[in-house]
């Protein structure tokens, strides 16, 4: 019998389709269809549900009467949608096979089969195939010895685990740095008896003493805001992903970037952290995914960057694994080592007249007196001349010391500020340490009271990593217990960053995010020594609540960053005053205030009286 052509047929002969991509995700198949029809004669558009390897959005056009599919390519690839270049290109399944070829004679040839019907098939595939491309050209991927000679193991019910999960939670942490001190935090809730134990990806096993203790647990909000899941513990539990630990190698010294990595590692996953200790050489660099991929990752590959190719090796390496022990006491006692060490550190730096050395001031918490009562304390030494800085920050560290001293029990102002002596006599200067004694008996740290490192920096942009590497040289050298840095620019502050500036993963924190160009503050604290309990978040400030181990005082940290404009500096002032009248515990006060209090202070432009007596004021009723 004859063929029968269809009207499908005769439009598949003078008809093209066009893959395009690239456009805006709002667009439907009609919105494809107009926008293509300037260029040719359109019959058909078609956007699937489904998206590209790469998460986009693809379409397929379909034009008839095409005298040349080139020149229809290159001007479909001339279109703008709005800020978007459309990607066109002649679709996949309308290439010719280039394996075809004519039959052989009846009478023989290894190029066809022959059925009992007499029916000829030409280029069938005697080997079996993955796709069916391979199996209309004929081929077949060539599979791994070592994937068809490894067997399958079998396991049945003797090899099935017995545990006693009746008081027990699994818990899904938001954040993987968080794996670290999460031991730490929860008992810091008042949870001291649990068992954590790791079950891999980012679920963690919780075992608790009895019923009371799960209610409990479920019902603080303060614990809940570390886990995004917290589920009941089951023997059928299985997780859906992993964490790995990836080596990659080959990366040209001009792509050693983090956008590279975070390319490299889409591959398997999502980027989660880079091994970033120390860049002690440019060959290797490891990084941890969060894969859903549960063989192990050992792969060569190539990228491609400005024409030029270069191979790269990936290897999976055991990576870190998170330790719950209870060594809550071994930390303490090592911490404590470690300030003696670094205050007989600054010391020696004092007496030996070192320039270049920053030391950030303790401030003491005294046992009795007005609870609101920040006393600064300088040992005693002279203050050597200050060295030159990239930021101009180290003046706000290291001044000068004063040739008097006063006796002071209580400061009237907030610390960040060096008021004048000639105003006000009963100050002490938070950026010149005084030796004397307060109370005339040294009361603040001999009666009982705990130091803590404060660094509050105007970072004036927080993107470049030599500022990163700056402040965390800072922390580390200085121990700091309370990070502040204002301005920082940014929009989105990440977690790396915040690691990088801090120095480990030993930590939490607080972003505002800034406002375009202006803005932004960042607030981090080493949790052994503060726990939080809430927070209170806005354009120009940052409130942190919580409790100060060592001294189990309630303590206040607000970080500022003013507005520049009066009528919002008068409601700002006002608010704080406000918040600070009605605190019943220990305030500190820190950031960039963008005023002055007296005449002298201000260099380079206009002082404004009316501006300085209202931030007086303020500090006054603070």
């Not at 990936?314 to 300030?339: M, Y």
């Amino acid at each position: 019998m004859g063929s029968y052509i269809s009207k499908e047929d005769d439009i598949a002969r003078i008809s093209i389709t066009i893959f395009v991509t690239n456009f805006p995700e709002t667009f439907s198949a009609k919105d494809l269809f107009h926008t293509c029809k300037q260029y040719g004669h359109v019959v058909d558009s078609f956007i699937p549900t489904k998206r590209s390897k790469a998460g986009k959005q693809f379409g397929f056009v379909r034009f008839i009467n095409v005298f040349n599919n080139e020149r229809l390519v290159n001007n479909l690839c001339m279109i703008w949608n709005n800020r978007l270049k459309l990607h066109a290109n002649i679709a996949r399944f309308q290439r010719n096979n280039g394996n075809v070829k004519n039959p052989a004679p009846m009478n023989g040839g290894e190029g066809k089969n022959v059925n009992t019907q007499g029916q000829v098939k030409v280029n069938v595939s005697k080997e079996p195939c993955n796709s069916y491309v391979e199996a209309l050209k004929g081929q077949s991927q060539s599979y791994s010895k070592a994937t068809e000679s490894s067997p399958l193991l079998v396991l049945d019910d003797e090899c099935l685990a017995s545990k006693d999960l009746t008081t027990g939670l699994f818990g899904r942490v938001k954040v993987f740095a968080s794996l670290a001190n999460l031991k730490m935090a929860l008992s810091n809730e008042g949870f001291a008896d649990i068992k954590v134990q790791y079950l891999g990806e980012l679920w963690v096993l919780l075992e608790f003493a009895s019923f009371d203790s799960i209610k409990l647990f479920r019902d603080n909000v303060s614990v809940g805001s570390w886990f995004s899941q917290i589920k009941q513990a089951s023997m059928k539990f299985m997780t859906e992903g992993r964490i790995a630990w990836v080596e990659v190698e080959g990366i040209p010294f001009k792509l050693w970037s983090g956008n590279t990595f975070k390319r490299v590692a889409s591959k398997w996953g999502q980027l989660l952290d880079i091994d970033d200790q120390e860049d002690v050489c440019f060959h290797s660099k490891r990084l941890c995914i969060h894969s859903k991929i549960m063989r192990s990752i050992n792969e060569d590959f190539k990228i491609i960057f400005r024409g030029k190719v270069y191979w790269i090796r990936a290897k999976e390496t055991s990576g870190w694994v998170p330790d719950f022990a209870d060594d809550s006491n071994d930390e303490e006692q090592n911490r404590d080592e470690g300030n003696e060490d670094g205050q007989n550190n600054l010391d020696t730096v004092s007496n030996d007249h070192v320039s270049d050395e920053e030391e950030i001031p303790e401030t003491v918490f005294e046992d009795t007196g007005d609870k609101h009562c920040n006393v600064v304390e300088e040992p005693t030494h002279q203050r050597s001349e200050i060295s030159k800085d990239p930021f101009n920050l180290y003046p706000l560290l290291k001044q000068k010391r004063g040739n008097g001293a006063n006796s002071v029990d209580s400061l009237k102002y907030p610390l960040g500020f060096t008021p004048n002596a000639s105003n006000d006599e009963n100050v002490v200067n938070v950026n010149e340490w005084n030796e004397e004694k307060v109370d005339n008996d040294d009361s603040g740290r001999r009666g009982g009271g705990v130091p803590m490192n404060f660094l509050s920096l105007n970072i004036q942009g927080l993107a470049q990593k030599a500022k990163k590497d700056w402040v965390k040289e800072l922390c580390v050298r200085n121990k700091v217990d309370i990070l502040a840095l204002h301005e920082t620019k940014m929009e989105n502050m990440e977690l790396s960053c915040v690691r990088r500036v801090w120095g480990n993963v030993n930590f939490e924190y607080v972003h505002s995010d800034s406002v375009g160009n202006l803005g932004g503050i960042l607030c981090a604290w080493d949790p052994n020594v503060f726990c939080k309990h809430n927070v209170t978040i806005s354009d120009y400030f940052i409130m942190v609540r919580g409790v100060w181990h060592q001294s189990c005082k309630e303590l206040l940290i607000i970080v500022v960053c003013a507005p520049h404009d009066l009528s919002e500096k008068k409601v700002l002032w006002e608010y704080l005053v406000h918040v600070i009248s009605k605190w019943n515990g220990e305030v500190v006060l820190m950031g960039d205030f963008n005023k002055v209090r007296y005449k002298t202070d201000r260099f380079g432009s206009v002082f404004d009286a009316r501006r300085a007596n209202m931030f007086n004021s303020f500090i006054t009723n603070a």
